[in-house]
C-alpha cells in the first residue's frame, strides 16, 4: 500500500468513523491494522503503530498488536505475569506511561548509548520520532497508544494533536475489548471452555439445567492429609498444583472438561453427543493417561461412570455454581473411594466397563453407599485396557 505523507491531517475523521465502526470491530487486532491504516492513507508519516491493553487473566499480564509499515506480517504480543521485573520492561517507554500515566515523546535522532534499548532498536531502523499515550480505562489500569515516524522532520504538532483526540475516541473501544477477555478468560479458567461459553451465552438463572448423558471421571489425591500435616503448605499445594495440571492435561486431550477442583478433588465429564461408546472411551483413556504419569509422590485414584446426570446452575440467591449433580455422579465417587480399598487406580462401573469392552476386569461386587445392593466393579491398567479391540472415535468434541 503505497501513502501521500502530509503535515496536517484531518484527524476528525478518523475520530468519526471509530465512533461510527468502532464498536463492529472484533478485536485489539483487527483496530490496530484498520486505525493505522486509514492514519497513514490521510496522509500521516506512520513507520509503526501500537496498540496495548492490561488485563487481568490467570497466563497474561498484557496483550498488544503492532502495525508496522514494513513487515509482511503484523505482530500480536501476549505478555505473561512478571513483565514488571524484566529488563526489556524496566524504564521502557511503555514503562513510563504506565507509571506516570501521562505521554512520552521523544526524538530519536539524539540518541545517546544510554537511552532505552526500545528507542535504539527503532532508532536503528530509520525511525526519527516517537508519541506514546495512555488510554485511560474507567478503572485504574490503562492501554497504550504508539506512534513511531521516519519523517525526516518528525510528526507536526498538528499530528500530536490529531494522535491525543483519535486516543480518547479508542480508549473505551479498546476497555470493553480488555473487558471481553477478562469475562471470557474468568469464565473459561473457573468454569471450564464449555461452562464459559454457556454461562457467557446467558444460561445464569438459577435452576437451570440440562439432562445430559455422559461419562464421568471424579478423581482424589492420595495422602492429601498427610502431606498437609507433614510439609511446608508452599511444598503440598505445589504437588496439588501438579497433580491438577496433570488431570486438566489428560481430560482436555481427551476431549472432556474439568468442571471443578473439590479440594483435592477432581470432577470432569465427557459428554455423549452421538455415541456413548465414544465419551466412554475417552473417559478411560484420560483416567491412563493421566495414571501414566504417577510418582511416588503424586498418587491418586480415579472412579468412572456413564450415566444421565443433571448440568446447570444451581445455589442460592447471591451465589451460584455451574456443575453436574445426581444419582450418576454419586456412583462415580463411591467408585473412586474403593481406589484406596483395593489398591488400584482406575476403577469402573459395569456401565462404562460395558462400553469399552472390559467386561472382563470384573475385581468383584462392592458395597457402596447409597445403593442398597452390592455392585459389580470393574478395573483397568495401561495394559489391560490396551486388549480393546475397536478404538474409539475420538472426533467428538465437548
Not at 503535515?7 to 461510527?20: C, G
Not at 517507554?93 to 545517546?112: E, F
Request: proline share 5%.
Amino acid at each position: 500500500m503505497g501513502y501521500s505523507w502530509t503535515m496536517a491531517w484531518n484527524h476528525a475523521k478518523i475520530t468519526d468513523w471509530l465512533l461510527s465502526v468502532g464498536p463492529d470491530i472484533p478485536d485489539l487486532e483487527a483496530l490496530t491494522l484498520a486505525l493505522a491504516d486509514r492514519i497513514a492513507e490521510d496522509g500521516v508519516p506512520l513507520l509503526r503503530v501500537r496498540l496495548a491493553m492490561r488485563t487481568v487473566h490467570p497466563l497474561m499480564t498484557a496483550v498488544s498488536t503492532i502495525w508496522d509499515r514494513d513487515a509482511a506480517t503484523n505482530d500480536v504480543f501476549a505478555s505473561p505475569h512478571g513483565l514488571e521485573q524484566r529488563s526489556a520492561y524496566a524504564g521502557s517507554p511503555m514503562a513510563r506511561i504506565i507509571q506516570t500515566r501521562a505521554p512520552v515523546r521523544q526524538d530519536l535522532t539524539a540518541l545517546t548509548s544510554d537511552d532505552h534499548v526500545a528507542f535504539l532498536e527503532l532508532r536503528a531502523r530509520g525511525a526519527t520520532d516517537y508519541f506514546g499515550l495512555p488510554l485511560r480505562f474507567g478503572d485504574h489500569l490503562s492501554g497504550i497508544m504508539i506512534f513511531v515516524t521516519d519523517a525526516a522532520d518528525g510528526f507536526s504538532a498538528d499530528h500530536i494533536r490529531g494522535f491525543c483526540d483519535v486516543a480518547l475516541a479508542t480508549a473505551p473501544l479498546v476497555e470493553v475489548m480488555r473487558l471481553s477477555i477478562l469475562s471470557e478468560a474468568v469464565a473459561t479458567s473457573y468454569l471450564g471452555p464449555g461452562t464459559a461459553k454457556r454461562v457467557l451465552g446467558g444460561e445464569i438463572t438459577r435452576g437451570h439445567v440440562d439432562h445430559l448423558d455422559a461419562a464421568i471421571l471424579i478423581s482424589d489425591l492420595r495422602g492429601w492429609t498427610q502431606m498437609n500435616a507433614e510439609l511446608p503448605v508452599e511444598e503440598s499445594v505445589a504437588i496439588a498444583n501438579a497433580y491438577f495440571d496433570l488431570l486438566d492435561t489428560a481430560v482436555r486431550a481427551n476431549g472432556g472438561e474439568i468442571l471443578k477442583f473439590m479440594g483435592d478433588g477432581v470432577l470432569a465429564i465427557f459428554p455423549v453427543t452421538d455415541n456413548p461408546v465414544n465419551a466412554g472411551h475417552k473417559a478411560l483413556q484420560a483416567a491412563l493417561d493421566a495414571s501414566s504419569q504417577q510418582t511416588r509422590n503424586l498418587r491418586f485414584g480415579i472412579g468412572l461412570h456413564l450415566g444421565d446426570v443433571l448440568y446447570g446452575n444451581i445455589g442460592s440467591e447471591r451465589r451460584l455454581d455451574f456443575t453436574v449433580m445426581g444419582q450418576a455422579v454419586n456412583l462415580a465417587a463411591r467408585i473412586e473411594a474403593l481406589c484406596a480399598e483395593t489398591g488400584q487406580t482406575i476403577l469402573m462401573s459395569e456401565d462404562l466397563a460395558r462400553r469399552v469392552d472390559l467386561l472382563d476386569n470384573r475385581l468383584g461386587p462392592y458395597a457402596v453407599k447409597g445403593v442398597p445392593a452390592p455392585i459389580p466393579v470393574f478395573f483397568a491398567t495401561e495394559k489391560t485396557a490396551g486388549k480393546n479391540k475397536t478404538p474409539p472415535d475420538m472426533s467428538e468434541g465437548v
